[in-house]
């Protein structure tokens, strides 16, 4: 897989994310580009939901 594959479902996975959840801005996804770790923490504080949640929406995301 190259690096414009990579990049374009990277930004497929950040649609779906802010269909989700429309709080998150560019700049949360921009920010956590390749860190899953502080993308679910600034999705969890903007949001309220669980790690659970936000970690199963993630996988989602990314497997369409």
Same mark, same amino acid.
């Given at each position: 897989?190259?690096? /414009? *594959?990579?990049? !374009?479902?990277?930004?497929? %996975? +950040? !649609?779906?994310?802010?269909?989700?959840?429309? =709080?998150? *801005? =560019?700049?949360? /996804? =921009?920010?956590?580009? !390749?860190?899953?770790?502080?993308?679910?923490? #600034?999705?969890? +504080? #903007? *949001?309220?939901? @669980?790690?659970?949640?936000?970690?199963? %929406?993630?996988?989602? @995301? @990314? %497997?369409?």
């Amino acid at each position: 897989m190259n690096e /414009l *594959t990579i990049k !374009g479902n990277w930004n497929i %996975a +950040k !649609g779906k994310l802010k269909q989700r959840w429309g =709080d998150l *801005t =560019d700049d949360d /996804l =921009d920010y956590i580009e !390749g860190k899953e770790e502080e993308l679910v923490g #600034r999705i969890q +504080k #903007r *949001t309220g939901q @669980s790690r659970e949640a936000v970690e199963e %929406a993630i996988r989602e @995301s @990314s %497997a369409r």
